[in-house]
């Protein structure tokens, strides 16, 4: 699980990158307290964006905190400000979690293109589709895929391939007497990608959850 740790902190520390991955920010000094505030942020498991985005907001928070220097209005802007980084690291850990999926073909079939693995048994956050076979990427980053597809006769055998796009990147070969072919690869995918298997040629497609096409979300 993704850590956010924000503190405020009463400190004489200066503005630094530390050692652990933290950052601390100093401000001018607030009313009569004669102290400096100091934010710490654990940036050490956070997407290269949201760093940006927390160290930007801190920034925002901090100066607008100069023009006004009084302690309500800097409790004010903390609070607004709390919120909006607390939603966008919900938002990136939902979007890390929802790009995975697994599924099977349950029936033997002699697909003309996209081989639609009808029995889902893991799809979080509903990138791949049941009903098309297509797995849509919902973020941009590297995705790891997996497909097993075996031929569905004895003296038969079958071509397919992994498409990206529409655009064929590696093939699978599933030779007679119910053989199979299987990919490993990770790919580089932009947002609303497409992903799928298709047949190419020779004989159908085995089911019996024989034939597997699964994906997740590595990282960025």
């Not at 925002?60 to 903390?78: A, H, Y």
């Not at 980053?141 to 397919?160: C, I, L, N, P």
Request: a neutral charge; hydrophobic letters at 35%.
């Amino acid at each position: 699980m993704e850590k956010f740790i924000f503190f405020i902190l009463i400190s004489s520390a200066v503005g630094q990158n530390q050692p652990n991955g933290n950052f601390s920010f100093d401000a001018p000094l607030i009313g009569e307290q004669n102290l400096p505030l100091v934010a710490t942020l654990d940036f050490s498991k956070i997407d290269t964006e949201l760093k940006s985005y927390i160290s930007n907001t801190v920034y925002r928070v901090t100066d607008e905190k100069v023009k006004n220097d009084t302690q309500p209005e800097v409790d004010k802007l903390i609070k607004q400000a709390v919120p909006q980084i607390v939603d966008a690291v919900t938002e990136n850990i939902h979007l890390r979690e929802s790009a995975s999926f697994t599924a099977s073909l349950a029936n033997s079939r002699v697909p003309a293109d996209t081989i639609i693995f009808d029995k889902v048994w893991l799809n979080t956050g509903n990138a791949y589709d049941k009903n098309t076979g297509v797995f849509t990427a919902p973020r941009g980053g590297r995705y790891h895929f997996s497909a097993t597809v075996m031929s569905s006769g004895k003296y038969g055998d079958v071509y397919s391939a992994l498409k990206k796009n529409n655009v064929t990147h590696f093939n699978i070969f599933g030779g007679e007497n119910f053989s199979t072919g299987t990919v490993n690869c990770v790919l580089a995918l932009q947002k609303g990608d497409h992903v799928r298997i298709v047949r190419t040629r020779g004989e159908g497609v085995y089911g019996g959850h024989w034939s597997v096409f699964s994906g997740y979300f590595i990282g960025e």
